[in-house]
């Protein structure tokens, strides 16, 4: 069975209740009580929850109907019809302010108020559903720790997440309104945002890292276009990167590091990367081969071994990237700048998964052997 919709009327005049009360129960609504009240408007709105209000606003008593439309729809947003034979200009500005959901002037027909109920319930059940979609959003956008924010195109905040809030030592009501160039010349952000108004030229998106007061961040800034592709907002996102940053500075520190200890080995160290590319030598690897470090980075290993024996080192490589951190025996022959084959051996890590190395270590030596081996 579907439930009735439940109609709270406020009317101080007892017949004019009867008759609005009687007619809205022949047009299938449900309607259990008539209040004449202000205080007993929002205290029935509060114990019936009805679905909507019928609201006289010439009341009996020291408040109106729209001082109590008020005072119902900040504590419970239930939608407030005015009925009233009253329709000055002042009488109307005042009752725009609660945010009515409709207007019915005395006297009226059954028609016109059941229009103006389904009107009216329709309207803030639409209400209803962009309060909980903006809610998502903001949820969503309080779930972050970034800061992000909206602007008009003079600059003035129109949204921002509590991130943003926080990071300005304000609140989202007292930021709201407000323009984002105080922030930027009080030095509470960024400055570089202060260029922001080429994206309202070009309508371009643009990103940028910059640092400020010791930390870094990662800023994006956005176009906000309408239906007919004009700016009318920008969108700005700006994510704290400075950890991120000391660890790039880290792992390049490191890099050069064990580049360092790769070129000035005395063994001879290869670092190869997935493909076979060498990526670094020691000087050892010059010294053996007669190739130096600037002919032999970015070359094959495969063109240095020897033609025997590329198969049998193809296999070795293709076990050993199956098997992160591996460690295998290796011994091949390179041919030598001058053309002659030289063996080497030695172990041969996988160590692709490595942040500082990044890649596949061969570090072994120069076996003396007879003529006879390098022939072999």
């Known amino acids: 069975m579907t439930k009735k919709t439940r109609v709270l009327v406020v009317e101080d005049e007892a017949i004019t209740a009867v008759d609005i009360q009687t007619s809205l129960i022949g047009l299938g609504y449900d309607v259990p009580e008539i209040v004449m009240t202000e205080a007993a408007a929002v205290q029935k709105a509060e114990e019936l929850k009805p679905d909507i209000i019928l609201m006289d606003i010439m009341l009996a008593g020291p408040m109106t109907g729209i001082e109590a439309a008020e005072e119902i729809r900040k504590r419970l947003r239930i939608p407030v019809i005015y009925l009233t034979a009253f329709a000055n200009d002042a009488i109307l500005e005042k009752a725009k302010i609660t945010e009515p959901y409709g207007y019915v002037l005395k006297p009226f027909s059954e028609s016109e108020v059941r229009s103006n109920i389904e009107i009216a319930l329709y309207k803030h059940r639409m209400d209803e559903m962009l309060l909980e979609k903006e809610e998502t959003i903001r949820a969503l956008l309080n779930a972050t720790p970034d800061a992000l924010f909206l602007l008009d195109k003079d600059g003035k905040f129109l949204a921002l997440n509590d991130a943003m809030a926080h990071r300005l030592n304000k609140t989202v009501d007292e930021i709201i309104g407000t323009s984002f160039f105080d922030y930027l010349f009080s030095k509470l952000y960024p400055p570089k945002l202060v260029h922001f108004d080429d994206i309202v030229v070009k309508e371009n998106a643009t990103r940028f890292e910059e640092e400020f007061q010791g930390k870094w961040y990662e800023s994006c800034v956005l176009p906000v276009l309408d239906d007919k592709k004009t700016m009318k907002k920008i969108a700005v996102f700006s994510h704290e990167i400075t950890r991120q940053k000391k660890n790039e500075e880290q792992l390049r520190a490191n890099e050069e590091y064990l580049r360092s200890l790769i070129e ?113």
């Open 264 to 376: 000035n080995a005395a063994d001879l160290t290869i670092v190869l990367k997935s493909g076979g590319k060498l990526s670094g030598v020691s000087t050892a690897f010059e010294r053996i081969t007669g190739y130096t470090y600037k002919e032999s980075v970015g070359n094959g290993i495969w063109d240095y071994i020897h033609p025997e024996d590329l198969e049998k080192t193809r296999v070795i490589m293709d076990e050993l990237l199956a098997t992160p951190k591996a460690v295998k025996p290796m011994t091949m022959r390179l041919i030598t700048k001058a053309g002659m084959p030289v063996i080497i051996e030695g172990l041969i890590c996988n160590l692709l998964d490595n942040p500082v190395v990044g890649g596949i270590i061969f570090n072994g030596w120069e076996r003396k052997s007879k003529k006879s081996d390098l022939c072999a």
